[in-house]
């Protein structure tokens, strides 16, 4: 990757120009990242435990599910409530490494201790902290098809 400042009096406000051979994933986690920072957020989660709101970076957030309607974001220590819906959280983690492994659960890439084939085209996903998480038959080509597998 190039990247290149000029420096041109006379431009009002800055300008960020990405150039790519195609719209990738990469490109759209690039853009993601951009547009939080123009717009000035921090980039971090919010979640409940025992009646108290944190901070939370999402590189520490091993996956997010959903039970109940209600969704849930795990770390290698903690299970925080969020009041962000999956869809939500899957748009704010876009380019961060998460991926959509079932239709409840969201998985950061990064935090994948070990992963195998299970029943019915399944994958299973051992995390950093040693639990499981499954990826649907629907959604198990994508990590399939990233991993070159």
Request: aromatic share 8%; proline share 3%; with cysteine.
């Amino acid at each position: 990757m190039k990247i290149k400042m000029e420096v041109a009096p006379g431009i009002t406000e800055p300008e960020i120009i990405l150039r790519c051979a195609e719209a990738g994933e990469a490109a759209a986690g690039l853009l993601a990242r951009l547009y939080e920072l123009a717009a000035g957020e921090t980039g971090k989660l919010t979640g409940q435990l025992e009646g108290q709101t944190y901070l939370l970076d999402p590189a520490k957030v091993l996956y997010a599910d959903t039970a109940d309607k209600r969704a849930f974001l795990y770390t290698a220590g903690a299970v925080y409530e969020t009041e962000l819906r999956l869809y939500e959280l899957e748009e704010r983690l876009r380019g961060r490494g998460f991926f959509r492994a079932s239709k409840s659960a969201l998985v950061n890439f990064n935090a994948i201790r070990s992963l195998r084939p299970d029943l019915g085209g399944r994958i299973r996903l051992t995390m950093e902290n040693g639990e499981a998480v499954y990826v649907s038959r629907q959604y198990a080509p994508w990590l399939k098809k990233k991993l070159g597998l």
